[in-house]
């Protein structure tokens, strides 16, 4: 079974320039999770998909950050513009349904903001 | 405001120690906690999960402990190997809807 795929791996941009990132979850999983994770601390969530429907957001800077999912499967994270403090590591995971479904987690995108 | 702490935030042992990683949480009405492994440069694996209503879980060499009305979870690991070295993260979701709240971590190195 193929895991969650994201690219960029990595990614260095100047700070008010945009960036996006891409995540494929595991086929057939209906719940998609965007994450940042800043040196030293742990995961935080940004956002969080249930089909293509947003179930959670109260965490993302929505003045600079959308996320969307069409059609259910891929998503795309967009900063826009970015600063100094987002760098960081941008995680997606997946699972099943919601609730106690184990969520897989891909490798991340390091972003780093010049 | 649920905050998740886990100390301590580096930890060296020799192989073959047994060893205990310590998570603490602020508001004691949760769904479910988990603990996580995470290597440099790669994504979250999910090690083991607690429900509410269990006391402990166990895979293999480790196991997981709850006591919900101190706000405390404890992870064993049993004969520490080398490639047990990773970062140990703790995360409670406390609606059941699968956000978590992680922990800062416990970055784990086993010397041979």
């Known amino acids: 079974e193929a895991g969650v795929a994201q690219s960029p791996r990595y990614k260095i941009i100047e700070k008010r320039q945009s960036v996006a990132f891409w995540c494929n979850p595991i086929s057939g999983h209906a719940t998609l999770y965007w994450y940042q994770q800043i040196l030293g601390q742990g995961p935080k969530l940004l956002i969080q998909f249930q089909n293509n429907g947003v179930v959670d957001d109260s965490q993302l800077p929505k003045d600079r950050f959308s996320a969307e999912r069409l059609k259910g499967v891929d998503s795309t994270l967009k900063i826009q513009p970015a600063k100094l403090e987002d760098s960081a590591v941008y995680l997606c995971?997946?699972?099943?349904?919601?609730?106690?479904?184990?969520?897989?987690f891909g490798p991340g995108t390091r972003l780093t903001v010049l | 405001k649920q905050e998740v702490t886990q100390i301590p935030a580096a930890l060296s042992v020799p192989e073959g120690e047994n060893l205990v990683l310590n998570c603490s949480f602020t508001?004691?009405?949760?769904?479910?906690l988990q603990w996580f492994r995470q290597d440099p440069g790669k994504g979250l694996t999910s090690l083991l999960l607690i429900q509410s209503s269990q006391r402990e879980q166990t895979s293999g060499r480790l196991n997981a402990s709850l006591d919900k009305s101190s706000g405390r979870s404890t992870l064993y690991i049993a004969a520490s190997q080398p490639g047990d070295s990773a970062t140990y993260l703790c995360?409670?979701?406390?609606?059941?809807?699968?956000?978590?709240?992680f922990g800062q971590g416990t970055e784990l190195s086993v010397k041979p």
């Open positions: 508001d004691s009405a949760i769904y479910n």
């Open positions: 995971a997946s699972s099943l349904g919601m609730g106690t479904d184990t969520q897989y």
């Open positions: 995360a409670v979701d406390e609606m059941g809807g699968g956000k978590l709240i």
